[in-house]
């Protein structure tokens, strides 16, 4: 019989602290329903002493799903857990994810504290939680760059005062595959009580090497992995679930299974990125545009005769349709709702309606409409609740001539236009909408990225703005990049001019 491999899945938690992906609750029940149907065991759903917003979050979250246990990150310290137990009073199966720095360069520098006042401080946080829920995890922070020794005597004194989880994070990225399934034998070895716990894997990608060192603490003893969906997460991101679920699904030799239908990785990527607008570089494995793409002639000619020639994975394996039905002018709606539904978006019909309209105005610009094209229909659905909402772009640009933008807006239903010059049509565009705002902003990120191929394609803006000393992401979608480029940033001034009513 096959090992059992938990999966612990980080996205709504640590996944959302990139700048930018932040999710509003209804879109976090959306998240997390994607994740109880791809069958993670466990959705940590926030923080929730962080912030209202939070805390509100796992409450809501811990209504929607019925399986999965839910979890809840504290600091050790009393109040955090106090605030989780509070958040987790809904959930069906409940857990509270406590813990501490053990690194010295955490014990000195962050907390300028001694290794023994943090044992004790790690023991009576593990108490005190145990004191509320059965099920508690501990977390190591930076155990990457903690001693093993130490870590030992951590990890051991944490699950005699109750923990049923431990949490070895690579919390910089530092580890080698080699030396992190050293320190998962070294705490299996030299841990007394160490059955009576799961050791997890918390792995990041600063070098690349989170899912190296995941599987390789999964080879040495860990049975509980923590993952984020696409991989995203803080600075380079966190171990990818769906690398980890697919190795475990080829390698049949390693006898490890998970409970993952891996048949809906595909279309819950897909919609957390687009929720997130956290764009899937190309050759991201098993979910990339290319994942299954073959351009060398050596390549097609193998795959043509036998796919296994080259591919190792079958896509429909994780919930690619190779038969997906082209998406014209000429579509229906059933041919939308099917391809939403494909990549784990279903809407009641009202909004399908809403959707279909602006599908029609895109298809009439576009040959075909890809699924990327479509995931960004729907999130771009949201805007029209903004108070302020891009009416008309004019643009006149071109070589030698200078640009010049005349752009008209509905704020709150009222009607205004300006216009105005710049250095190129997407500098003469935001001077214009400045005109209109005049408000102090100033602009600090720009990227512009193809969703797919083609001249005809729609492109994705992500911004940056600075309105008193706080920064504001936006997004903008269009198959015209100026008008993406305004989009993006009309979406950043709704989201400060929210917290100024």
């Known amino acids: 019989m096959n090992d059992r491999l938990y999966i612990f899945d980080t996205t709504l938690r640590d996944g959302e602290q990139v700048p930018g992906c932040q999710l509003n609750t209804v879109e976090k029940i959306q998240v997390a329903k994607a994740l109880e149907q791809l069958g993670v065991d466990v959705i940590e759903a926030g923080f929730p002493i962080s912030s209202p917003g939070d805390f509100n979050s796992v409450i809501e979250i811990s209504k929607a799903v019925t399986w999965p246990v839910i979890c809840a990150l504290t600091r050790a310290v009393e109040k955090d857990i106090d605030v989780a137990f509070e958040a987790l009073?809904?959930?069906?199966?409940?857990?509270?994810?406590?813990?501490?720095?053990?690194?010295?360069?955490?014990?000195?520098?962050?907390?300028?504290?001694?290794?023994?006042?943090?044992?004790?401080?790690?023991?009576a946080a593990t108490k005190y939680?145990?004191?509320?829920?059965?099920?508690?995890?501990?977390?190591?922070?930076?155990?990457?760059?903690?001693?093993?020794?130490?870590?030992?005597?951590?990890?051991?004194?944490?699950?005699?005062?109750?923990?049923?989880?431990?949490?070895?994070?690579?919390?910089t990225g530092y580890c080698l595959p080699q030396e992190y399934a050293e320190k998962i034998?070294?705490?299996?070895?030299?841990?007394?009580?160490?059955?009576?716990?799961?050791?997890?894997?918390?792995?990041?990608?600063?070098l690349g090497m989170a899912t190296a060192n995941s599987l390789s603490g999964v080879m040495a003893g860990a049975r509980q992995v923590e993952v984020t969906v696409n991989g995203i997460?803080?600075?380079?991101?966190?171990?990818?679930?769906?690398?980890?679920?697919?190795?475990?699904?080829?390698?049949?030799?390693?006898?490890?299974?998970?409970?993952?239908?891996?048949?809906?990785?595909?279309?819950?990527?897909?919609?957390?990125?687009?929720?997130?607008n956290m764009p899937i570089q190309p050759n991201k494995a098993i979910v990339g545009r290319n994942a299954f793409a073959h351009s060398s002639g050596i390549h097609q000619d193998g795959v043509l005769?036998?796919?296994?020639?080259?591919?190792?994975?079958?896509?429909?394996?994780?919930?690619?349709?190779?038969?997906?039905?082209?998406?014209?002018?000429?579509?229906?709606?059933?041919?939308?709702?099917?391809?939403?539904?494909?990549?784990?978006?279903?809407?009641?019909?009202?909004?399908?309606?809403?959707i279909?309209?602006?599908?029609?105005?895109?298809?009439?610009?576009?040959?075909?409409?890809?699924?990327?094209?479509v995931l960004m229909l729907a999130g771009a659905d949201m805007a029209d609740a903004h108070a302020v909402k891009l009416d008309f772009l004019q643009v006149t640009t071109g070589k030698g001539v200078k640009s010049v933008a005349s752009i008209g807006l509905d704020i709150s239903g009222q009607k205004f236009e300006a216009a105005a010059s710049g250095n190129g049509p997407v500098d003469a565009a935001i001077k214009a909408l400045k005109k209109i705002i005049m408000k102090q902003m100033t602009l600090k990120e720009f990227t512009?990225?193809?969703?797919?191929?083609?001249?005809?394609?729609?492109?994705?803006?992500?911004?940056?703005?600075?309105?008193?000393?706080?920064l504001y992401y936006g997004f903008g979608a269009n198959t015209d990049i100026?008008?993406?480029?305004?989009?993006?940033y009309i979406d950043c001034i709704n989201k400060f001019k929210k917290e100024d009513e």
């Open 482 to 488: 100026v008008t993406a480029s305004v989009e993006a």
């Open 448 to 470: 512009i990225q193809a969703i797919s191929k083609g001249s005809d394609d729609v492109g994705k803006v992500h911004m940056q703005v600075e309105y008193n000393g706080s």
């Open 129 to 171: 939680a145990k004191r509320f829920i059965d099920d508690v995890e501990f977390y190591c922070e930076d155990a990457g760059r903690t001693d093993n020794e130490y870590l030992a005597q951590v990890v051991e004194a944490v699950i005699k005062a109750g923990a049923t989880v431990v949490n070895i994070p690579d919390t």
């Open 305 to 354: 005769k036998n796919v296994h020639t080259y591919e190792i994975i079958d896509p429909k394996d994780v919930g690619i349709d190779d038969n997906s039905i082209v998406l014209t002018a000429r579509s229906g709606r059933a041919a939308l709702k099917h391809r939403l539904h494909v990549n784990g978006v279903d809407l009641d019909e009202h909004k399908l309606d809403k």
């Open 233 to 276: 997460g803080e600075r380079a991101g966190n171990t990818s679930l769906e690398e980890i679920a697919m190795i475990l699904k080829c390698h049949k030799g390693l006898d490890i299974d998970t409970n993952i239908n891996t048949t809906k990785i595909y279309p819950t990527s897909r919609m957390v990125s687009s929720l997130m």
């Open 356 to 373: 279909y309209e602006k599908f029609l105005l895109l298809a009439d610009q576009k040959k075909e409409v890809n699924d990327a094209d």
């Open 185 to 206: 034998k070294y705490l299996k070895e030299h841990v007394d009580g160490i059955d009576r716990a799961i050791i997890s894997t918390h792995c990041h990608n600063d």
């Open 89 to 123: 009073k809904y959930a069906k199966h409940k857990r509270i994810h406590t813990g501490i720095g053990t690194s010295d360069e955490h014990i000195l520098y962050k907390f300028n504290s001694t290794r023994e006042e943090i044992l004790e401080r790690a023991v």
